[in-house]
């Protein structure tokens, strides 16, 4: 999935993005550190798990301008952002694409990752509100960068 983001272009507006299974951190620290995204919303389930991204996220990040925000729920969050990114298996996605379709902006950009080529048609299926902008295949795994139909 880093390599859908390295192409990415973020505009001054794309200022808050929204990491969904965020795992040790990675596509936080990178779209706070490469991508000079200023807050980042990072979601996970595991606690442990919060707890190592933030250590990841402050060991990485020394601007005064950066911000990460730690999250269990998506339930919450009502501000829309304008990049949401979710590496997660194909289970949680069919748990969090309403959740995601309520949260992106309509010009936002969506990378989703954790689909397994065999589950290719289901994932799309879950987003068929969505055109694919990108895919990439590593593996048995896929990773897309899509962008809202409606």
């Known amino acids: 999935m880093l390599e859908l983001l390295a192409g990415a272009i973020f505009g ?7 990491d969904i299974g965020c795992g040790s ?5 990178y779209l706070s550190k490469i991508k000079q995204v200023r807050k980042i919303y990072a979601l ?3 606690p442990f798990v919060l707890n190592e991204a933030l250590s990841n996220f402050r060991s990485n990040i020394k601007r005064k301008n ?9 339930s919450f969050l009502k501000k829309p952002f304008q ?17 995601i379709k309520r949260l992106l902006r309509a010009d936002g950009q969506l990378y989703c990752g954790g689909v397994l080529k065999n589950q290719k048609e289901h994932f799309l299926s879950l987003y068929a ?22």
């Open 83 to 99: 990049i949401i990114t979710a590496n997660v298996p194909i289970n949680v996605h069919s748990l969090i694409y309403r959740d």
């Open 25 to 29: 951190g990675i596509l936080s620290i």
């Open 44 to 46: 996970d389930i595991d």
């Open 12 to 18: 001054r507006k794309d200022k808050r993005a929204l």
């Open 129 to 150: 509100d969505y055109k694919v902008i990108d895919l990439l295949e590593r593996s048995d795994w896929m990773s897309f960068k899509l962008k809202k139909l409606r």
């Open 66 to 74: 950066a911000a990460l925000f730690l999250l269990k729920d998506i």
